[in-house]
């Protein structure tokens, strides 16, 4: 599948579960700040993109939203410490974190979560079955 | 208050499909209101019919062990329901894990369609739930368990295969 392909995947799904036109889905929006996404929209995304690609997205996978909840060794002063960045690199290898390591602000975290994220992990996944 | 939106259920496949009745009374006092002369079933009371139905199904699956609440719906009507109609409730699994799950529904009465959804429900922790909530267990409960009986009483076994 090439990455045409995904992203038009992708796009659908979105347009759907997010009631956003086509033109927004693009691989620069943020899922949250960009398209409306609130948290329980993560969820219906994970569902509906298994369907489309036929895939089982494991829980924490894609989202991973617990690896900050309450740790002080991954935040400190509002900030992903380095043993944070250090985590957030290995469990999100699709992710590109250069910019966001220059100013790690956990209120930014959400900001990763992008059209082209969504992209990248469904690529490293099609390309793992 | 009472907040049952199902008469019964007709059918029940643990894990699989859900389908409930609800008879449309005149004497139910939304008709008074909604409206004057022209009893329309309100949108939201069926949609809260179709929840209750997929909801069952939804906490069914994990032995009412989990709160299953409602966390969203696409919903499309088709026509109106009006009082002394009989609306079928048909539910359907579409996905579940441990997070939550999805379920498709319709509403028919007869063999017309007057309503259909894509309902997604969210399975609450404990440790979610604001403070001070006598009971974790909030959902599965009350009323609601003579439901769980009726939806029992209509269940075809779980496929052993």
Same mark, same amino acid.
């Given at each position: 599948m090439t990455n045409d392909e995904i992203f038009a995947k992708v796009q659908k799904t979105l347009v759907e579960a997010?009631?956003? #036109?086509? #033109?927004?889905?693009?691989?620069?929006?943020?899922? !949250?700040?960009?398209?409306?996404?609130?948290?329980i929209d993560f969820l219906d995304i994970v569902f509906r993109l298994e369907k489309q690609f036929g895939i089982t997205i494991p829980r924490e996978?894609? =989202?991973?939203?617990?690896? =900050?909840?309450?740790d002080a060794t991954y935040v400190a002063g509002g900030k992903i410490t380095q043993t944070g960045l250090a985590a957030l690199e290995k469990q999100m290898p699709?992710? %590109?974190?250069a910019e966001f390591k220059k100013d790690p602000r956990m %209120? !930014?975290?959400?900001?990763? =979560?992008t059209v082209q994220l969504l992209v990248n992990y469904l690529d490293m996944r099609v390309k793992r079955i | 208050m009472r907040w049952t939106?199902? +008469?019964?259920? &007709?059918s029940f496949e643990s894990g699989k499909t859900a389908t409930a009745v609800k008879n449309l009374s005149? &004497?139910? +006092?939304h008709f008074a209101d909604h409206f004057p002369g022209f009893p329309v079933m309100p949108a939201p009371l069926v949609l809260e019919g179709l929840a209750q139905t997929g909801g069952i199904l939804v906490g069914e699956a994990n032995r009412f062990e989990k709160n299953v609440v409602l966390a969203k719906m696409n919903a499309k009507f088709h026509r109106d329901a009006m009082a002394g109609e009989q609306l079928t409730y048909t539910t359907t699994l579409v996905a579940l894990n441990e997070t939550g799950a999805q379920v498709s529904a319709t509403a028919h009465s007869g063999g017309e369609l007057v309503a259909e959804a894509d309902i997604m429900f969210a399975h609450v922790t404990a440790a979610q739930l604001p403070p001070?909530?006598? +009971?974790?267990?909030?959902?599965?409960?009350g009323e609601l368990t003579h439901l769980l009986r009726a939806a029992e009483a209509v269940s075809k076994p779980k496929a052993t295969n």
């Open positions: 997010l009631s956003v #036109d086509d #033109d927004q889905v693009t691989p620069a929006a943020r899922l !949250k700040a960009d398209l409306g996404a609130e948290s996978e894609l =989202f991973p939203e617990s690896i =900050f909840q309450g699709y992710a %590109d974190l %209120d !930014k975290v959400e900001d990763l =979560f | 939106w199902i +008469d019964r259920f &007709a005149l &004497a139910e +006092d001070g909530l006598p +009971d974790a267990k909030f959902v599965f409960r």
